[in-house]
Nanobody
Framework: QVQVVESGGGLVQPGGSLRLSCGAS????????MGWYRQAPGNQRESVAR???????TYADSVKGRFTISRDNAKNTVDLQMNSLKFEDTAVYFC??????????????WGQGTQVTVSS
């Protein structure tokens, strides 16, 4: 059993910053790629940022230069530093991790989501 938990969401004014954190725990042999996604009301869930086991990162065009994803392999965590936040960044943010457990192929696990609201 694997648990993925996000934290750090909240209300922030435009131009402000937030840092999201995500931790994976449980029967983990190793972690693969980790990523952040978001879903605004009425929209499909979209990829925001992704980081591989070796630290290679990719970002959605809409967040490039403003968001930074990082991971700590020793702690099984992935963070998303969000700067210069805009109204359109308002969404529920989800963490997804690829996990290897004993005796099986890798599986994807999602967190429950954390709300980020950008409002004046």
């Amino acid at each position: 059993q694997v648990q993925v938990v996000e934290s750090g969401g909240g209300l922030v004014q435009p131009g402000g910053s937030l840092r999201l954190s995500c931790g994976a725990s449980g029967s983990i042999l190793s972690l693969g790629a980790m990523g952040w996604y978001r879903q605004a009301p009425g929209n499909q869930r979209e990829s925001v940022a992704r980081i591989t086991t070796l630290g290679s990162t990719t970002y959605a065009d809409s967040v490039k230069g403003r968001f930074t994803i990082s991971r700590d392999n020793a702690k099984n965590t992935v963070d998303l530093q969000m700067n210069s936040l805009k109204f359109e960044d308002t969404a529920v943010y989800f963490c997804k991790v690829v996990v290897w457990t004993m005796g099986g192929p890798p599986s994807e696990y999602w967190g429950q989501g954390t709300q980020v609201t950008v409002s004046s």
